[in-house]
Nanobody, 126 residues
Framework: QVQLVESGGGLVQAGGSLRLSCAASGRTFSNYAMGWFRQAPGKEREFVAAISWGGGPKNYADSVKGRFTISRDNAKNTMYLQMNSLKPEDTAVYYC???????????????????WGQGTQVTVSS
């Protein structure tokens, strides 16, 4: 059974930074593309960023391009999301997810993912 555990969320002022981590276990982490999604209060969950199985091609939502960086350390079975220049509209619960099929690129679509973490809260104050 795959387990994904997010950490690193918290309260930060606008303009600040946070780094989220997602620790994975249960199947060969390095074989699977990973993604970050977020859900703000009263809104649907949305795509944030994704990274291919090998760490090469990356995909970002337009709203975070140039501010967020996704990365992975396959030796540590961990994915990261470095968030800089945070804005109040970045406030949300952030989820990591693992794609269903191995050796894939980082897709934006939720149906491509079959395992999800429990989420970590990020709150950006103005």
């Amino acid at each position: 059974q795959v387990q994904l555990v997010e950490s690193g969320g918290g309260l930060v002022q606008a303009g600040g930074s946070l780094r989220l981590s997602c620790a994975a276990s249960g199947r060969t982490f390095s074989n699977y593309a990973m993604g970050w999604f977020r859900q703000a209060p009263g809104k649907e969950r949305e795509f944030v960023a994704a990274i291919s199985w090998g760490g090469g091609p990356k995909n970002y939502a337009d709203s975070v391009k140039g501010r967020f960086t996704i990365s992975r350390d396959n030796a540590k079975n961990t994915m990261y999301l470095q968030m800089n220049s945070l804005k109040p509209e970045d406030t949300a619960v952030y989820y990591c997810a693992q794609q269903k099929r191995p050796y894939g690129l980082g897709y934006k679509s939720e149906p491509e993912y079959d395992y999800w973490g429990q989420g970590t809260q990020v709150t950006v104050s103005s």
